[in-house]
């Protein structure tokens, strides 16, 4: 970090804040590059004149924002930007995680028959406790956790992944690719949700962190659906981009016009 001017406080508004707007504004000016590391805590405390706890407040700020990384013994450096990635076309992890440049593998936690929970059912077009194959995975980018997969799957197309490397292979290419099922459509429920003992263990986050859960129904064709799937996204590796398109108010001579969706694209940031 290249020498600044300390940050001059403003009555009326928490320190912390005030520390966690000024350290913001260091990094987008360009004192501090990605990687880069912060000053330390009693650095931080002496060049802004507060205490400690106030330093602390400030950074785990930042942390939960997926602007800082620590390292134990290190100290804290500033998180490189996120990558851009598409993932509102229907594509597979292996190709979301290729377009933000990071290696896609997998780590199979969990997989056994099912009865399908009330949830699934009703997802799945079938009746609560029907037959169903469950499938856990730990899906990683750079062999770093980014994201839980629980997929519920009919025995149907549950057969056609048997004998398959699943840590490397993706459902959508198996059944595209060996089994000539395409996955034509997909429908999605984006959500806030914190991580539970289940989730914040392989994922690598304290239980309570914040996750950003996805659900997906894929369906084939004549509208059945080959899976229902909960992906829980760590919430200091993705945020979702949105790009609205106004249509020309003049021409249907509306005053709010509605603002079709044009983009809805995920950033994965790397670790």
């Known amino acids: 970090m290249t020498a600044a001017s300390p940050p001059v406080f403003r009555p009326?508004?928490?320190?912390?804040?005030?520390?966690?707007?000024?350290?913001?504004?260091?990094?987008?000016?360009?004192?501090?590059?990605?990687?880069?590391?912060?000053?330390s805590e009693a650095e931080l405390g002496e060049l802004s004149g507060v205490s400690r706890i106030t330093?602390?407040?400030?950074?785990?700020?930042?942390?939960?924002?997926?602007?800082?990384?620590?390292?134990?013994?290190?100290?804290?450096?500033?998180?490189?930007?996120?990558?851009?990635?598409g993932l509102v076309r229907l594509t597979d992890f292996a190709q979301d995680m290729e377009r933000a440049g990071l290696a896609a593998t997998s780590r199979v936690?969990?997989?056994?028959?099912?009865g399908a929970p009330p949830y699934v059912a009703e997802?799945?077009?079938?009746?609560?406790?029907?037959?169903?194959v469950r499938l856990d995975r730990l899906r990683l980018g750079d062999d770093r956790p980014v994201a839980l997969d629980r997929t519920w799957l009919p025995p149907f197309y549950a057969q056609f992944l048997e004998g398959h490397d699943l840590t490397t292979e993706t459902i959508y290419r198996v059944l595209e690719r060996d089994c000539e099922i395409p996955v034509l459509r997909g429908r999605y429920r984006i959500?806030?949700?914190?991580?539970?003992?289940?989730?914040?263990?392989?994922?690598?986050?304290?239980e309570?962190?914040?996750?950003?859960?996805?659900?997906?129904?894929?369906?084939?064709?004549g509208e059945r659906a080959v899976y229902y799937q909960r992906r829980y996204y760590r919430a200091?590796?993705?945020?979702?981009?949105?790009?609205?398109a106004r249509p020309d108010a003049t021409a249907?001579?509306?005053?709010?016009?509605?603002m079709p969706l044009r983009e809805f694209e995920p950033v994965f940031k790397a670790a």
Not at 64 to 81: C, D, H
Not at 192 to 205: I, K, T, Y
Request: glycine share 10%.
């Open 252 to 258: 249907s001579g509306d005053d709010e016009p509605g």
């Open 236 to 244: 200091d590796r993705v945020a979702f981009d949105l790009e609205l």
């Open 208 to 221: 309570g962190a914040p996750l950003l859960v996805v659900e997906r129904t894929s369906y084939t064709a």
């Open 191 to 206: 959500e806030a949700a914190v991580a539970h003992a289940d989730e914040a263990g392989p994922l690598g986050v304290p």
């Open 123 to 132: 997802a799945l077009g079938v009746e609560p406790g029907a037959p169903t």
């Open 55 to 85: 330093v602390r407040r400030a950074l785990a700020t930042l942390e939960n924002e997926g602007r800082i990384y620590r390292r134990q013994g290190l100290g804290s450096f500033v998180a490189p930007p996120p990558l851009p990635q």
């Open 12 to 39: 009326g508004t928490p320190r912390h804040e005030q520390l966690s707007d000024w350290l913001r504004d260091q990094v987008r000016s360009g004192a501090m590059a990605a990687h880069d590391r912060l000053p």
């Open 109 to 114: 936690l969990h997989r056994s028959p099912e």
